[in-house]
């Protein structure tokens, strides 16, 4: 199942992920072909569910810190940082727009 420059563009700027070179579109279409298995699921009669605990209330726990303030051991780990926060993603450079990629597929 092949995927539209425009379907492309899209979850580009939606994802912020790069699928100008064919393995990330070999990956895509792997991934919703995997997806569309669940079309293939009868599910006539069904009723939808909110929760897996079908039969059972939800409930609120009581939120007890265990561990903490070790916020300057978390920030080591970030590649880049503003003050005590990550930023993500790295650089966050917004993507060009659809007329402006040479994108892989824009041939096919």
Known sequence: QKVSVEVLDHLEHL???DFRDSEGV???QKAIQFADQLHEVNTDGVEPM???LEDRCLYL????VTEGNCTKEVLENAREKVEEYFVAPPGNIPLPKLEEQDTFLQGS
């Open 50 to 52: 909110d929760s897996v």
């Open 61 to 64: 726990r009581e939120d007890d």
């Open 26 to 28: 070999e990956r895509l």
């Open 15 to 17: 994802a912020l992920v």
